[in-house]
């Protein structure tokens, strides 16, 4: 073998031995990469939703008369309850002159809930009822619903914003007057011989409960 095979040789021998180190770094490189690790999670704090409870009542509790068949008494009785709620606002207190689940609680229930958020009460003005129609017999022989036609007319109520002692008045809006309108009323007999109002008609507009507008 010549000087010059060998060199020739020796040459290949180095480029082998490279290629073959280059392909263990190459492979030793890519074996040690390590996955990264998940990004940490926080969770995020319950948002509590602070619900305003209605006011201790201004006034005392009207006495409710809402027994028997003396319309005029009866309707007088829980249209004055009414006012006192708007007065003082307790959603929690409809039913005691509203049937549950009937369309005059529902109404009456979602309006009074609505000045309990603003901090707010109504300045009622007593309707006068004009003309009050319903039936005749005994409670017992009535059944358990009847229907007594009325009409109301009021004045204009202001709605207040529930400020602190001896500070100043601030009306927030106004509930417009009611001119001479006529109503029918269904009252629900119930277990205490109690008359409820379970709706209110506007006879004008019947589309919608309008207890709300008659108080």
Sequence with gaps: ???????????????????????????????????????????????????????????????????????PKIVGSLLTYGQWLLANPNPGLTSTITEPGCAADNA???????????????????????????PTGSPAALGGQVTVDIQAVRGTEHIIDRTTKNSTTHILSTRPGLPPTSYQLTLIHDANNSWRLCTVTDVDTPDTDAITSLL
Excluded at 114 to 127: E, I, K, L, R, S
């Design 108 to 134: 009456l229930t979602a309006e009074l809930q609505t000045y309990v958020d603003q901090n707010a009460y109504v300045q009622p003005a007593a309707p006068t009822l004009t003309s009050i129609v319903g």
């Design 1 to 71: 073998m010549t000087a010059t095979h060998r060199a020739l040789l020796i040459a290949a021998a180095g480029t082998t031995t490279m290629a073959m180190l280059t392909g263990c770094a190459t492979t030793m490189t890519s074996a040690s990469t390590t996955a990264a690790a998940p990004a940490a999670t926080t969770s995020a704090a319950p948002i509590v939703a602070t619900i305003p409870s209605p006011a201790p009542p201004t006034s005392k509790t009207p006495t409710l008369t809402n027994t028997g068949t003396n319309w």
